[in-house]
């Protein structure tokens, strides 16, 4: 994938929200931004607010490119994405969005969780650029819990950025890339 600036954004939230909710146009109004940006974005590649994303992305004259599963032929992925990577295991998709520069995390359930904790652990252990903003109340209300159950510093912490709302991701994820340590992971 390659991006006016070469970097590429993980958005990832739930495939369960329909066009008409308030939740689909934030991720619109977020893929715009991260596109006027000169990012590209990557996603899971399915409907609602990954295709959202791509959809606001491709508004802007950016780029979308999804990560569909070859196993789940039931889903179909949506077509606001001009590229597709298939995935053929869920760990294999996982490793696609754990090497994204950043991640930004949209409203989502387990699916959604589990996609920002394991770039959360990536940030955290490897030796590359990347973060992890998380948009809306929803996940800061999270992240308070596990500051309580977790055995993490703040360091460990430092590494989630918080953004209240669609205008708040740009800033936050040019906070992220400002803070990264240099590109030396073994895959290039």
Same mark, same amino acid.
């Given at each position: 994938?390659?991006?006016?600036?070469?970097?590429?954004?993980?958005?990832?939230?739930?495939?369960?929200?329909?066009?008409?909710?308030?939740?689909?146009?934030?991720?619109? *109004?977020?893929?715009?931004?991260?596109? *006027?940006?000169?990012?590209?974005?990557?996603?899971?590649?399915?409907?609602?607010?990954?295709?959202?994303?791509?959809?606001?992305?491709?508004?802007?004259?950016?780029?979308?490119?999804?990560?569909?599963?070859?196993?789940?032929?039931?889903?179909?992925?949506?077509?606001? %994405?001009?590229?597709?990577?298939?995935?053929?295991?869920?760990?294999?998709?996982?490793? %696609?969005?754990?090497?994204?520069?950043?991640?930004?995390?949209?409203?989502?359930?387990?699916?959604?969780?589990?996609?920002?904790?394991?770039?959360?652990?990536?940030?955290?252990?490897?030796?590359?650029? %990347?973060?992890?903003?998380?948009?809306?109340?929803?996940?800061?209300?999270?992240? *308070?819990?596990?500051?309580?159950?977790?055995?993490?510093?703040?360091?460990?912490?430092?590494?989630?950025?918080?953004? *209240?709302?669609?205008?708040?991701?740009?800033?936050?994820?040019?906070?992220?890339?400002?803070?990264?340590?240099?590109?030396?992971?073994?895959?290039?």
């Amino acid at each position: 994938m390659t991006t006016r600036e070469g970097v590429v954004v993980a958005v990832v939230g739930s495939a369960r929200v329909s066009r008409d909710a308030p939740e689909w146009q934030e991720a619109y *109004e977020v893929g715009a931004l991260i596109a *006027e940006s000169g990012w590209g974005i990557m996603t899971g590649g399915y409907s609602g607010l990954m295709g959202a994303a791509a959809e606001g992305a491709r508004s802007r004259g950016g780029s979308a490119r999804g990560l569909p599963m070859t196993a789940w032929a039931q889903l179909t992925p949506d077509p606001a %994405h001009d590229d597709l990577a298939w995935c053929a295991t869920y760990g294999e998709r996982l490793d %696609h969005i754990a090497r994204a520069d950043v991640l930004v995390a949209l409203p989502g359930g387990v699916g959604t969780l589990s996609e920002w904790a394991v770039a959360w652990a990536s940030a955290q252990t490897e030796l590359r650029p %990347h973060g992890v903003v998380l948009v809306g109340r929803r996940w800061a209300q999270l992240v *308070e819990q596990l500051r309580r159950i977790l055995i993490a510093g703040d360091d460990d912490f430092a590494l989630l950025t918080a953004a *209240e709302g669609p205008q708040e991701v740009p800033a936050r994820v040019r906070e992220v890339l400002a803070a990264a340590p240099p590109a030396t992971a073994p895959w290039g």
